[in-house]
């Protein structure tokens, strides 16, 4: 059944049934994993849904992740058997971010946690038995295989930072502007107890990256996961969840491809309950951005997709995706005025917490 939501200045707009596309243990016995969580949705350039999650032994962030994947062609109703991406385990790989480029290449950023070393133990600088580290790897086969990830934390990680974190969720490549072709994924970096964002970004097509200055914050917030989307004028846009006691998403802009940044400002209209919410570009005619997260100060439920005509300055609801159980999210733009979306959903089974991953299609008028 569909269900429909009326938006200011806007017809109809529809949500489709939802999809499971990965399952915990708790739910499905047969599941290859005690939990899955972290999605990331992308559609490659031959039309097929790409879904990324972590396939963990628990439900910690860092219990010995397996980067999966799901893929639904474009002649398909069906989405194909789980494959495995990468497994390093006893490491923990985190954080999947995939961008696909203009070429068709498909871009996947994660991190690795070494054997025993969790976000908050891991330590500063680089010996990769006690640090966080960051890859990067791409498939050049509609995300059937992968390349040999390539060690890219000298690059992108400061000696003095604990944590590195890509997205999750998506990268973007510019299409306009003075830095068209430039790849980007957003980044957030833990220093002692503080986070903020920046951009890793390639203007060679991959074949090196660079990393970009930090995000300027208001005192007392603490950017964290952050998605970006291009502007009409070339600009860059990031919306990042605000690891602090302000329950509210954090926006910044930047006029140089995600270099520099503005000072990040809150945002009362994006309620947020300190947690991952998606950012995506639908289209430059009309100017489009769309945003999804729960929109809940009190806790993880309420997911809502918003929409922006002016390039993020302003966002109006446009529809209830799913009103109980709603975390982690990750849009993706499709033919015929449409969006996916793949969320996570919790729901208790005999006192243990679930998670499904599910996918939904919303039609825009």
Request: glycine share 8%.
């Amino acid at each position: 059944m569909w269900m429909l939501a009326l938006v200011a200045g806007l017809a109809e707009v529809r949500v489709g049934d939802p999809v499971p596309v990965f399952q915990s243990q708790a739910i499905d016995p047969q599941a290859a994993f005690e939990t899955y969580r972290i999605p990331a949705l992308a559609v490659t350039k031959k039309g097929t849904l790409l879904a990324f999650a972590e396939g963990r032994q628990s439900v910690h962030d860092q219990a010995a992740n397996t980067l999966v994947l799901r893929r639904k062609p474009k002649s398909s109703k069906e989405w194909e058997t789980m494959r495995v991406a990468f497994d390093w385990s006893p490491a923990s790989l985190n954080n999947p971010t995939v961008l696909i480029a203009g070429s068709g290449r498909i871009w996947l950023m994660f991190q690795m946690y070494p054997k025993g070393i969790g976000e908050y133990t891991v330590q500063p600088g680089y010996d990769p038995a006690k640090t966080n580290q960051a890859f990067v790897s791409f498939s050049d086969d509609d995300g059937q295989s992968w390349s040999p990830p390539s060690d890219i934390t000298r690059i992108v990680k400061r000696p003095e930072v604990k944590t590195i974190a890509s997205g999750p969720g998506v990268g973007i490549e510019l299409t306009r502007g003075k830095h068209r072709g430039r790849l980007i994924f957003p980044f957030n970096e833990r220093e002692g107890s503080s986070w903020t964002t920046f951009a890793v970004y390639s203007d060679d097509k991959g074949k090196t990256w660079q990393r970009g200055s930090l995000t300027p914050k208001p005192e007392g917030t603490h950017p964290n996961e952050v998605q970006f989307a291009e502007l009409a004028d070339g600009s860059v846009l990031q919306n990042a969840r605000n690891q602090a006691s302000a329950r509210q998403r954090l926006q910044s802009i930047s006029r140089d491809g995600g270099v520099t940044w503005q000072l990040a400002a809150l945002r009362p209209d994006l309620v947020d309950p300190v947690c991952m919410g998606s950012l995506i570009r639908v289209g430059f005619m009309p100017d489009l951005l769309a945003f999804s997260n729960p929109e809940y100060a009190a806790g993880r439920s309420n997911g809502v997709l918003k929409l922006s005509h002016d390039g993020g300055m302003t966002w109006n609801r446009a529809a209830v995706i799913d009103s109980g159980s709603f975390a982690y999210s990750s849009l993706v733009a499709l033919p015929k005025n449409r969006i996916g979306v793949l969320y996570e959903q919790v729901t208790k089974v005999n006192g243990k917490d679930g998670y499904t991953i599910l996918n939904r299609e919303i039609s825009l008028p």
